[in-house]
């Protein structure tokens, strides 16, 4: 799935849970419908490219929620690492991001997730609706499903945004030189 051309997606952690996350386990639509369903865990990572939305070195999806993180060829185990989501203005806990990494064997790869998930708030709303409700109103299970951002890592740098910028950059120039060769009407 591609965005059109001049399009990014570069979600902060809060966009991906309540303008993305949120809508889909509340069953709302979401505009525009950028990132796709997908079962993770029959695909190694890299064979992601096509199923899932790429940008950059960078693939979202949604998926099921589910502790098996097996693939043909390894697993997905976690790092230990769960950091709370917090919106920017109210500072509320809206979310939770897991850090998992892929593992041939025994041998931990470069490969990493993100895997994003609701806070579990269905014991406060089902007491809540219990109180004085008796009709059957469905309520979404947050549970089911999460957002992952699967990514290479650079082993030479920890952080690599800098590097992201370079590389735009570098392309920029590289497509300048081609300039000539465009014939514009």
């Known amino acids: ?37 997908l079962d993770l ?8 490219p096509g199923k899932a939305l790429q940008e950059g070195r960078q693939w979202y999806f949604y998926s099921r929620k589910t502790q098996e993180r ?52 269905s014991n406060r709303s089902s007491k809540r609706s219990n109180r004085g409700s008796t009709s059957s109103t469905h309520k979404p299970d947050y549970s089911k499903w999460v957002i992952c951002r699967v990514y290479e890592q650079n082993c030479s740098d920890e952080e690599d945004d800098d590097g992201a910028e370079l590389s735009c950059l570098d392309e920029v120039f590289l497509s300048l030189d081609d300039l000539d060769e465009v014939s514009l009407p």
């Open 1 to 37: 799935m591609n965005l059109p051309p001049g399009f990014r997606f570069f979600p902060t952690d809060e966009e991906l849970v309540v303008h993305f996350l949120h809508r889909k386990a509340s069953l709302l639509p979401c505009h525009p419908d950028v990132i796709p369903d």
């Open 41 to 48: 865990y029959p695909y190694d990572p890299w064979d992601l």
């Open 70 to 121: 097996v693939t043909s060829n390894g697993y997905w185990g976690s790092m230990g690492i769960d950091e709370p989501v917090f919106t920017s203005s109210t500072h509320k806990k809206v979310g939770i991001k897991k850090y998992l990494t892929f593992y041939l064997g025994d041998s931990q790869t470069n490969w990493a997730m993100q895997e994003y998930s609701l806070p579990d708030s």
